[in-house]
């Protein structure tokens, strides 16, 4: 038998704009249906093509969503914590579209999709959350779609290492988050063209030895990335 999630639990999920403005009966009633369970590192949790059960939610360590045709397999996101994934599907009662699977040990809350889609019906605050959810998933769909067809390899790439300068409080030297073959795979790349991508950087202030970067000109980077808040905010 998987435990029921702890209410000690709660309060992290209740905090996350999905479930904040929910009536706290219905909150209730969702939780009294929902596990907790701890994954090892590199277990599928979902596949691709299967029926979506159960919304997740992540609370500790990170997942990789992945998609797959043809015999080819490619990352479509990085998961952290604290998120849901896959609401869509959830809501449409539709297949997975990804795969999923933990990158660390990772302690995940299982929501039946049932119950989501029957509180979904009857509580309209929840209901007005999760379309606001959907609309921001959606328009980060938008977002990576301009970034693949608008930019070339190093373009992507030199804005993705703004973006995880920022994230990293914008110190001129930071690690990467992601491992350079999961980051060429999600830009796009094949891992010998990230390669390239990195080394056509360095005349453009970026130096890269294994997973440390130092952005040794923040200027001419800039110049070169030229960051648009529509593609790399992924805040509106």
């Known amino acids: 038998m998987n435990p029921e999630a702890p209410?000690?639990?709660?309060?992290e999920i209740r905090s996350l704009d999905l479930f904040s403005d929910m009536e706290?009966?219905?909150?209730?009633?969702?939780?009294?249906?929902a596990y907790v369970q701890n994954f090892p590192p590199q277990i599928e949790?979902?596949?691709?093509?299967?029926?979506?059960?159960f919304l997740h939610i992540l609370l500790t360590g990170s997942v990789d969503l992945v998609s797959q045709w043809n015999g080819r397999t490619t990352s479509m996101a990085r998961?952290?914590?604290?998120?849901?994934?896959?609401?869509?599907?959830?809501?449409k009662d539709a297949p997975y579209l990804m795969s999923a699977h933990t990158l660390e040990k990772s302690r995940i809350v299982l929501l039946p999709s049932q119950d989501v889609r029957t509180i979904f019906d009857s509580d309209s605050k929840f209901a007005r959350?999760?379309?606001?959810?959907?609309?921001?998933?959606y328009r980060s769909v938008v977002k990576n779609t301009k970034d693949l067809k608008l930019r070339t390899?190093?373009?992507?790439?030199a804005n993705y290492l703004l973006r995880q300068q920022k994230g990293a409080g914008g110190a001129a030297q930071f690690e990467l988050s992601t491992e350079k073959r999961r980051l060429a795979s999600f830009l796009g790349m094949t891992p010998e063209n990230l390669s390239r991508?990195?080394?056509?950087?360095?005349?453009h202030g970026v130096t890269v030895t294994g997973q440390n970067v130092i952005i040794t000109d923040q200027k001419?980077?800039?110049?070169f990335a030229n960051p648009s808040p529509l593609i790399d905010d992924r805040s509106i």
Not at 197 to 203: M, P
């Open 153 to 157: 390899s190093r373009e992507r790439l």
């Open 7 to 11: 209410e000690s639990d709660f309060p």
């Open 197 to 203: 991508a990195f080394k056509g950087l360095q005349t």
């Open 24 to 33: 706290s009966e219905h909150f209730k009633m969702l939780m009294r249906g």
């Open 79 to 91: 998961v952290r914590p604290i998120s849901t994934f896959i609401l869509a599907a959830t809501i």
């Open 45 to 53: 949790l979902i596949s691709e093509g299967d029926p979506s059960d």
């Open 220 to 223: 001419r980077l800039v110049a």
């Open 129 to 137: 959350s999760i379309v606001n959810e959907l609309a921001q998933c």
